[in-house]
Structure formats: structure tokens, C-alpha cells
């Protein structure tokens, strides 16, 4: 399947390809897309589409109000501190 043009796929992911790097992607880019019309055959008319192949379960903890950490405490391992607050590195210049 060569209907795609491989300098064209590499320009738009920003990379330098090799003739032989072309020659061995445009390949492996064949057979995907050979793949992908293989599955276009199948009939999937009787298969309710779905956004996953398996039920996602959450397993977080129940969102429930409790009351906050004391100050002291939460700035008991704090490794630096200035007037009750954390002090962090500088990130922005």
C-alpha cells in the first residue's frame, strides 16, 4: 500500500529521514495501513461503540470533607521556610 507519501509524514513529525530510513519506514508504514484496511472489512454493526475495550471501574477514595492539617504540622518537613510558608527555588528568571 503505497498511497501516502513518506517525506510527507516525516515533515509533518519534524524528523530527517535517510533514503534507507524512508525506504524501511514507507514499508512498515505500508503494512500498518494494510492492517487497518483489514480491519475496515470486519462487520461490526451488531457492536455498540465504546471509549474502552473494558469497563473502567474508579478506584479512588470517596471525596469526603475532613478537617485540614494544623499549620505547624504541615510545615513541620518543610526543608525551608520564611513567615509560615514553604520556600521554594526560584523557577522563573
Known sequence: MSD????????LARI???PEEQQTLGAQLG???GYVAKLKEV?????????????????TR???ARPPLPHEDAMR???SQAGGL?????IVE
Open 4 to 11: 501516502f507519501n513518506i517525506q510527507y509524514v516525516a515533515r
Open 16 to 18: 530527517e529521514l535517510s
Open 31 to 33: 503494512n500498518i495501513l
Open 43 to 59: 462487520d461490526v454493526s451488531g457492536v455498540e461503540p465504546t471509549a474502552h475495550a473494558f469497563p473502567l471501574v474508579n478506584v
Open 62 to 64: 470517596p471525596d469526603v
Open 77 to 79: 518537613n518543610a526543608p
Open 86 to 90: 514553604f520556600v521554594v527555588p526560584k
